[in-house]
T-cell receptor
Framework: NAGVMQNPRHLVRRRGQEARLRCSPM?????VYWYRQLPEEGLKFMVY????????ESGMPKERFSAEFPKEGPSILRIQQVVRGDSAAYFC?????????????FGSGTQLSVL | AQKVTQAQTEISVVEKEDVTLDCVYE???????LFWYKQPPSGELVFLIR??????QNEISGRYSWNFQKSTSSFNFTITASQVVDSAVYFC??????????FGDGTTLTVKP
């Protein structure tokens, strides 16, 4: 049973370009979460999605950032017109539907570097 | 609002020493879960343990033990006889009715041989 798959592992973009980060949750998991980890900092919640629905996007910057989790295919975190401050590790996690105590399964992360 | 505080940014110990990682949380919800995750140098977070708000029984798993005290809103993690392989960043997390998990800033543990 494959774990949470994130790609690419490393992504380099120049300022002003777009970054697309992909996350395929574990089989049977319908809940996806995106977190951002800046150097020397903890994990900051960005967005919580279920299939075709955004449940909580309270951690997403209001501009340039968007996320989706379509009925078919991976979840996508999209960052438009990237700036140097977007450089960070972006982690995706998934959990099955169920109760509050479900643990999160994390991917290996995408390291975004903005030149 | 939920908040998790890990006051210790970095801890360094010598192999075989015991070490305790502190975690203090805040929530207004009466039903919630607490978690510890380990992030080794490879980067991928790994689940260690979870506790629900109605179960204050402490738990021991090998060299790991957890002390949950609702009265002080703390969920501390102790590693006994630490080993070099324990070196990692450890995160405490809280999940309540909002659905999302709120993480602390992490404690970087370095175990020296």
């Amino acid at each position: 049973n494959a774990g949470v798959m994130q790609n690419p592992r490393h992504l380099v973009r120049r300022r002003g370009q777009e970054a697309r980060l992909r996350c395929s949750p574990m089989k049977g998991h319908s809940h996806v979460y995106w977190y951002r980890q800046l150097p020397e900092e903890g994990l900051k919640f960005m967005v919580y999605l279920q299939k075709e629905n955004i449940i909580d996007e309270s951690g997403m910057p209001k501009e340039r950032f968007s996320a989706e989790f379509p009925k078919e295919g991976p979840s996508i975190l999209r960052i438009q017109q990237v700036v140097r401050g977007d450089s960070a590790a972006y982690f995706c996690a998934s959990s099955p539907p169920g109760h509050l105590g479900e643990k999160l399964f994390f991917g290996s992360g995408t390291q975004l570097s903005v030149l | 609002a939920q908040k998790v505080t890990q006051a210790q940014t970095e801890i360094s110990v010598v192999e075989k020493e015991d070490v305790t990682l502190d975690c203090v949380y805040e929530t207004r919800d009466t039903t919630y879960y607490l978690f510890w995750y380990k992030q080794p140098p490879s980067g991928e977070l790994v689940f260690l343990i979870r506790r629900n708000s109605f179960d204050e029984q402490n738990e021991i798993s090998g060299r790991y033990s957890w002390n949950f005290q609702k009265s002080t809103s703390s969920f501390n993690f102790t590693i006994t006889a630490s080993q070099v392989v324990d070196s990692a960043v450890y995160f405490c997390a809280l999940r309540a009715n909002a659905g999302k998990s709120t993480f602390g800033d992490g404690t970087t543990l370095t175990v020296k041989p």
